[in-house]
């Protein structure tokens, strides 16, 4: 979505195993057979640093990443010793975080000097690289709110869906790792997956009348960037609010409005923002409704209960420190800093994060979108936010020493 990442959280998914493993494998074929040949497959390419390396790290209030870290950390517990941390075990192993999560208890909280020393003694930075070097784009997204009820009636009239149980997701580079981060998503018919509805056959009616609402909402800009964020609070008439949370997707490809606005001479692409998005489609209403079709991609929901909202690694985001990255190439859980700036002149974004999402948008070896919460300074926080710049991913150090 241009500065407004797409977000497609992968947490939460049922296992729906309706079709067989051979259907999927000549899906890959067909794939790969039919499509212009690719440049080849992009890869995160690591070399090992200096913690004095990374620009800006005794800066940061590194403290501040603790807490998201110890999430991750508990879901990395569950986990059997042997088991590979990431794509082709990039992350190492769930005892190779024993040690590290572990010595977590030792570090005072709020002490930004014993938590670079924490990390300086358990981990080990590796720069990140890809296909187009060093540089990568940065942006950043939020919890967003509507309105909404339980019921359709007066103004609550566009819904917000559940999953449909036959909705297919199909992980490509399971079968062929030349097709690693592609997916496809759609629907068993006669014993072959078939497209999913996109949104304009959905707003046509594509699921109507199978009781899949959760929520029925009074704008449908607002649900719009509901999906677009993937999680978010609804209001609901009696004042109170519950939390929904990304579910599965129909498997059409993302296409930005802002872009469409852009191509079309309707807006600068510098003066593109989710705000200044809000104002066009506001302006127009008729017009909003048809620019909206031009994404043929839909998100579908859950409700959630406890904290959140919850992210693709399974555990709840934190404001400012938890970041979505392309889980083809990084491991969940690891901490990235990131160094990252605009050409506004403002000043740069250095900290450290914990890899905990990811997003439809969030493609390629170096990419980040950065979670900075609820309400509305986080809304211009994230709407606004567009910065390049590089990432390091921080491994513990046993898992480090094996990397080729």
């Not at 494998?25 to 090992?48: H, N, V």
């Not at 399974?314 to 400012?320: D, E, I, M, S």
Request: glycine share 14%; hydrophobic share 45%; aromatic share 8%.
């Amino acid at each position: 979505m241009g500065a407004l990442p797409y977000r497609t959280r992968l947490s939460g998914r049922p296992r729906l195993g309706l079709a067989p493993a051979g259907l999927f494998l000549c899906l890959a074929f067909l794939l790969a057979a039919c499509a212009p040949p690719p440049p080849g497959p992009d890869r995160l390419r690591l070399t090992p640093v200096a913690f004095a390396d990374l620009p800006g790290w005794t800066d940061d209030g590194a403290a501040a990443a603790l807490p998201a870290l110890a999430r991750s950390c508990g879901r990395l517990a569950r986990l059997a010793p042997s088991r590979a941390i990431g794509p082709d075990g990039i992350g190492g192993t769930a005892a190779d975080w024993r040690a590290p999560c572990a010595a977590l208890d030792d570090v005072p909280a709020g002490d930004d000097g014993a938590a670079r020393a924490y990390f300086q003694r358990w981990f080990l930075p590796l720069r990140a690289a890809g296909r187009d070097g060093t540089e990568g784009l940065f942006t950043g997204y939020f919890e967003a709110e509507l309105e909404a009820a339980r019921t359709r009636g007066g103004s609550y009239r566009t819904p917000i869906y559940r999953r449909p149980p036959e909705l297919v997701l199909a992980d490509l580079g399971a079968f062929d790792p030349e097709l690693r981060g592609r997916r496809l998503a759609g629907r068993v018919v006669d014993g072959r997956l078939r497209p999913y509805p996109d949104r304009a056959a959905i707003e046509d009616g594509a699921l109507a009348g199978r009781g899949l609402e959760l929520f029925w909402a009074k704008d449908p800009v607002d649900v719009f960037f509901l999906q677009i964020q993937g999680s978010g609070r609804v209001r609901l008439p009696d004042g109170t609010h519950a939390r929904v949370g990304y579910a599965g997707h129909n498997g059409h490809g993302y296409v930005s409005i802002g872009r469409v606005l852009v191509a079309r001479g309707e807006m600068d692409a510098d003066a593109v923002s989710m705000q200044s998005l809000r104002d066009w489609m506001a302006a127009d209403t008729a017009r909003a409704a048809a620019l909206m079709r031009e994404n043929p991609a839909f998100i579908f929901f859950r409700e959630l209960d406890g904290p959140g909202p919850m992210g693709a690694a399974g555990v709840a985001l934190t404001p400012g420190r938890s970041l979505a990255v392309d889980s083809a190439f990084w491991p969940y859980g690891a901490p990235v800093w990131i160094d990252a700036g605009d050409d506004r002149g403002g000043p740069r974004l250095r900290r450290l994060m914990i890899a905990q999402d990811t997003g439809g948008a969030i493609k390629g070896p170096v990419r980040g979108d950065v979670f900075w919460g609820f309400g509305k300074d986080a809304a211009l926080r994230a709407g606004t936010m567009r910065m390049t710049g590089g990432a390091w991913l921080l491994l513990p150090r046993e898992a480090a020493a094996r990397l080729p």
